[in-house]
Structure formats: structure tokens, C-alpha cells
């Protein structure tokens, strides 16, 4: 039955391009193993985002690795979810070797402009290393604030207004 739905998610996403979701893990969780000889830094995604299809090159250059069935990213929650970070869960999910990104050069993102209604065009975690932010989802208008040391679990489709409240700096991951 695994190998079956294994392969009816890689006719659905296809693997033309040397990348299918690793069979020792979870096959939600996304992660990804190379099946061919190919340097392509590139793998198969549903979402089909430029950003999402670009990450898996940003995290090797990082040093991290795609082959390594121990250690790697993973979806934490299907939800939108704030959590604090344990040391094991950072090394568990190579944290360290995730892109960074940052608001410091993003005039859209400096502390204290708002952006309403923003909409996640994919799967993000993300791990804050520095900074601080109001995130009030459009579900609940309960608003959430994300702090140093927490990760954020972000589904493709949330909607939720977002206000940097100090300058961000975090790892992600996308899915």
C-alpha cells in the first residue's frame, strides 16, 4: 500500500527532474532524497512555487543534505502553530542549515508597517533567530506574537495580517 500511494504522489507531482519524496519518512512531511546521479538542485512539488521548487538548493548550499534520512526538514502541524524550539527538535530537523531570511533589507517588512491579509502561496516553517512579530490570523483575529526561539508553522492558504514589531531574522523551510 506505501509503494502504491508513493507512486500515484509521484505521477501527481511528477519526477522528471532526478527528485522524489524519500520512502523512509513520513510522505507528508516532503522530504526529499535524490534517485538519480543528477547535481539538479531541484525537486517536484505540488505547490509548484518558484520559491518552494528553489529551496532545496539554498538549503544544500547551506550544507545541509537531502539524502540524510536522520536529520532534515519536516512539517511540524497542518495548522498554523507557534511553538517554542527544543534543542533536539533544532538538530532533528537541521535547523542550522535552513535558508535565512531577513527584514532588514525588505522596506515592506520594517518594524512597524502592517500587511493585511497577506495570503501563504505554500507551506512555510520557519525558526526565529532574532526579532519579534504580531501575526493576527484572519480565522480568529486573536492576535499571536512570534519571539525569538519559536517555530512558526505557516499552511499554504493562511490568511493573517502581519506586523514586524523589531527586525526579523529566521531560518525556513518550504513546502
Request: aromatic share 10%.
Amino acid at each position: 500500500m506505501k509503494n502504491a500511494i508513493f507512486t500515484a504522489l509521484t505521477l501527481l507531482v511528477g519526477s522528471s527532474n532526478g527528485f522524489t519524496p524519500s520512502a523512509s519518512r513520513h510522505l507528508s512531511c516532503r522530504r526529499y532524497s535524490s534517485s538519480s546521479s543528477s547535481s539538479s538542485a531541484q525537486h517536484a512539488v505540488q505547490e509548484g512555487h518558484p520559491a518552494v521548487i528553489g529551496w532545496p538548493e539554498k538549503y544544500t548550499e547551506a550544507g545541509g543534505s537531502i539524502q540524510d534520512d536522520t536529520a532534515g526538514p519536516e512539517i511540524l502541524s497542518t495548522e498554523f502553530q507557534i511553538q517554542k524550539a527544543s534543542p533536539s527538535q533544532l538538530q532533528k530537523l537541521d535547523v542550522e542549515h535552513w535558508p535565512t531570511w531577513t527584514t532588514s533589507d525588505k522596506p515592506k517588512w520594517s518594524v512597524g508597517n502592517q500587511v493585511v491579509d497577506k495570503e501563504m502561496p505554500y507551506g512555510e516553517l520557519s525558526y526565529v533567530l532574532s526579532g519579534k512579530l504580531e501575526i493576527i490570523p484572519q480565522s480568529t483575529g486573536v492576535p499571536e506574537i512570534v519571539n525569538v526561539g519559536d517555530f512558526v508553522t505557516f499552511p499554504k492558504g493562511f490568511i493573517a495580517s502581519w506586523k514586524v514589531l523589531e527586525e526579523l531574522t529566521w531560518h525556513y523551510y518550504l513546502y
